[in-house]
DNA sequence: ATACCTGCAAATGTTTTGCGACTAA
DNA sequence: TTAGTCGCAAAACATTTGCAGGTAT
């Protein structure tokens, strides 16, 4: 079984947050854990819908927000202003690489940019709690 | 006369795009110049609308388009979702503190980040054309 | 039984656009 | 004169919310 402990950690969060277990949510948390990351809201919705086809936009919205509550679910936001969603769990954190021709997202991760954040915060006396870094440009495919 | 040279930008740009020196166009350039930096539309708008109350807020993004296309103004996409305008002209390349306390914006630089970024791109063979790093914590100030 | 959940439609909040009147050049 | 501009209202767009009916526990 595929995404056994996904799901168990989904489970768990509902009973904790006294939520109910639906078929919905199933389906939307499924379909969720077998697609590419970085997905829109919409691009979820359309994608759980061939499945099961009554589904409802705002649901999704609101599982989406119980995926991330209970960190399955990392949500990006770039520069389009559109959402995307990426698997949390079980993934190192990292940044990305956008492609501005293809919209393809690449995960990188530099464990010396992530020191010298921390020193640039740390200079500054500001407590850092996030951060957001994205490289835009054109990607190896699309450069052919 | 401040900002002389930022005011002459303007104008070369108008002429130079065919279009047109309106009293609307140069008071949000005013406003903009004067004002501190990461401002909204919305907060551009009302501070416009002060001195000239007739002014439009389609006027202000119109304009602030403007801006941008001639290199005085940067648009900065936070994870508010609200799009920040700071001074680009004159200005050199930084990225921010945000604090997530009080929404002040604090420019920082590290040139030992920008290259690892730009290394990071040539390991992936993508063409780097721009980037966005913020992070986001509590300041100095709020965190007394 | 009773929280909680759902899908729908309407609301939200920001930014953009269509339009008829207006104005700079 | 005429292309470009203005302010307004409406549209666009992604996301959120209110609600009445439905469902899990």
Redesign the interface.
């Given at each position: 079984m595929p995404h056994k402990k996904e799901i168990e950690l989904f489970a768990s969060h509902i009973r904790r947050k006294n939520l109910k277990h639906t078929e919905q949510r199933t389906q939307i948390l499924k379909t969720f854990l077998e697609t590419e990351r970085h997905l829109t809201a919409e691009e979820l919705y359309v994608s759980v819908k061939r499945k099961y086809p009554s589904i409802g936009y705002a649901t999704v919205c609101r599982t989406i927000k119980v995926l991330c509550e209970c960190e399955l679910c990392r949500e990006l936001?770039?520069?389009d202003?559109v959402s995307r969603y990426e698997h949390l769990y079980g993934h190192e954190h990292h940044d990305h690489?956008i492609?501005?021709s293809c919209g393809s997202f690449?995960e990188?991760m530099?464990p010396?940019?992530e020191k010298?954040?921390e020193?640039?915060?740390a200079e500054?006396?500001?407590?850092?709690?996030?951060?957001?870094?994205?490289?835009?440009?054109?990607?190896?495919k699309c450069?052919h």
């Open positions: 936001k770039v520069e202003g690489l492609c501005t690449t990188i530099s010396e940019i010298l954040q020193k640039l915060a500054n006396e500001f407590a850092l709690t996030r951060h957001s870094l994205e490289l835009y440009g054109i990607c190896k450069n």
